[in-house]
Each structure stands twice: as C-alpha cells, then as structure tokens.
Nanobody, 130 residues
Framework: HVQLVESGGGSVQAGGSLRLSCAVR????????MAWFRQAPGKEREGVIA???????IYAESAKGRFTFSKDNVKTTLYLQIHSAKLEDTDMYIC?????????????????????????WGQGTQVTVS
C-alpha cells in the first residue's frame, strides 16, 4: 500500500523560506520519479519539480533558481525547499510518485512533470505567501 503524506505547509512572508516534507511509505523513492505539483482551486494541477532516479532534477520554469528538491532514501522522505517566496507561490503543494516514461524505439526513458505520468499522490499541504 503506497502512501504519501505531506507536511510543512503554512504561511510565509514574501522573501522568506519554507520547507515542505513528503513521507513516502510502500514505495522505493530511489528507483522512480518523485515530484512536487501545485494546484489552486478550480485550476489544473501543475508540475513544479521532479527528481529522477538518476539524481537529476527537472524544473518547471517557475521553480528555477528558488526551489530545491531533495530526498532522504533512509527516511523515505522528500523535501521541497522554497526560497525567496513570492506571492504567486501560494498554492496547494502535492507530492507524487511515478515511473519513468519510456520513449518507444529508443531504449531511453525520462521523468516528466505531467500529472498523467504519476500514479500515486498525497493529499497536499497549503502554502500561503503574504
């Protein structure tokens, strides 16, 4: 049974920092794609940052330079650090787990930031920047 539970959300002033955590159970985070998404009420879920099993990081444009994704394989916990928070960072942040996507005929695969490529989701934690 796979379970992802986020924590660490809350209110932060613009310019401040916040660290979100995602405790993962029943899933080998070192072998798959792990990601953080964001979603506002009534809007589509949007990929923020993903961590590939080879250690590489995939960023959405909005996350470059200010968001850091790390993981602790022993604790099976993911972390999203938000630096220099902006008002537009206000959203529900949701962690997700999924498999690498295979490119047919090439023998290659990759991690994406597309919601439909992820199978397991947490409930989310709200971040409010003021």
């Amino acid at each position: 049974h796979v379970q992802l539970v986020e924590s660490g959300g809350g209110s932060v002033q613009a310019g401040g920092s916040l660290r979100l955590s995602c405790a993962v159970r029943g899933y080998t985070i070192s072998s798959y794609c792990m990601a953080w998404f964001r979603q506002a009420p009534g809007k589509e879920r949007e990929g923020v940052i993903a961590l590939d099993s080879d250690g590489s990081t995939i960023y959405a444009e909005s996350a470059k330079g200010r968001f850091t994704f790390s993981k602790d394989n022993v604790k099976t916990t993911l972390y999203l650090q938000i630096h220099s928070a902006k008002l537009e960072d206000t959203d529900m942040y949701i962690c997700a787990a999924g498999r690498r996507q295979v490119v047919a005929g090439t023998g290659t695969s990759y991690c994406s930031l597309k919601p439909y490529d992820f199978n397991y989701w947490g409930q989310g934690t709200q971040v409010t920047v003021s």
